[in-house]
């Protein structure tokens, strides 16, 4: 195999910033094979903020806005950690069975389509299995159904969208499952949404976050949806979470403030009565309908 000349930092983006002639010069020589392989040399295409932390971390959280590239972040950790041979059995958990499949496994920036034709995983959809020639397995997983992840236990975890989690029990199963090796680690990708399960996650100091925008990838995105998306809700407090990445936690102008609710658990109850006074009629002038609840304790 020829040998690629040596170059600080190489990547596609220093090398895009050369002079012409410089660039022929050290792509020139390449062979085929290294043509192929540099394809899918993810830290050469990579923005830095694509690629994992150094160092000891428990979770990655990427949170960012749309289209900034989680979803290939994502892929290619799993990827470069069963490579590495780091990771033996992962776990690939979405909002839906739906979603992991279409997005993580199947999709455009998915596992099947960012996997080198000389180490592709099977897929059985069936078995919501993927499986690597070294062995190592991959299960897929529905955060709808937060049971699944009781029992099964991992070295590797991605979970994608999580801040559209409708179960907080989803992300703490998966947390007591990741027990497996001697280096354990998670990737969450998501696009920020006010959840009470992503503060701990950001406070952790065994967590390392990367925030992103929209802009950051304007490359790889389609001719002119930037343009147009700005200019439909950059200052928009939509703009802001979807574009910039931005975790709102309140609403302006709401009643009622986050920081004047204090969660606290009810305590166990001996009686529950729940009270409803239904309205009579369903037209646009029909009263609503009131419904109240009320505890006893022990």
Not at 16 to 24: C, H, I, Y
């Amino acid at each position: 195999m020829t040998r690629m000349p040596p170059a600080p930092n190489w990547s596609a983006a220093s090398i895009a910033s050369l002079p012409v002639t410089t660039r022929r010069m050290m792509l020139g020589g390449l062979s085929d094979e290294d043509i192929a392989r540099l394809l899918f040399d993810w830290r050469f295409w990579a923005r830095p903020a694509q690629l994992a932390p150094s160092g000891r971390w428990w979770v990655w959280l990427i949170l960012a806005g749309r289209g900034f590239g989680k979803t290939r972040a994502g892929a290619e950790w799993v990827r470069q950690r069963v490579e590495a041979g780091r990771a033996r059995r992962v776990a690939l958990v979405g909002e839906t069975a739906a979603d992991v499949r279409g997005v993580m496994i199947e999709g455009e920036s998915g596992l099947l389509a960012i996997a080198p034709p000389w180490n592709r995983p099977r897929w059985e959809p069936s078995k919501r299995l993927l499986t690597w020639p070294n062995g190592a397995i991959a299960t897929a997983y529905s955060a709808d159904d937060p049971e699944q992840l009781r029992g099964p236990q991992f070295d590797a975890a991605w979970a994608d969208e999580l801040a559209k989690w409708r179960y907080p029990a989803a992300w703490d199963n998966l947390m007591f499952a990741l027990r497996l090796g001697s280096d354990p680690r998670c990737v969450a990708t998501t696009t920020p949404r006010p959840r009470p399960w992503l503060r701990p996650i950001l406070a952790d100091p065994a967590a390392r976050v990367t925030r992103g925008s929209t802009r950051d990838n304007a490359m790889n995105l389609a001719p002119g949806f930037l343009a147009e998306i700005l200019r439909r809700y950059e200052g928009t407090r939509l703009g802001r979470q979807e574009i910039d990445g931005v975790l709102l936690e309140d609403v302006p102008g709401a009643l009622w403030q986050r920081a004047l609710i204090k969660y606290k658990a009810p305590p166990e109850m001996q009686r529950v009565v729940v009270a409803i006074d239904p309205a009579t009629t369903s037209s646009e002038g029909s009263d609503e309908t009131g419904i109240v609840a009320a505890g006893v304790g022990l």
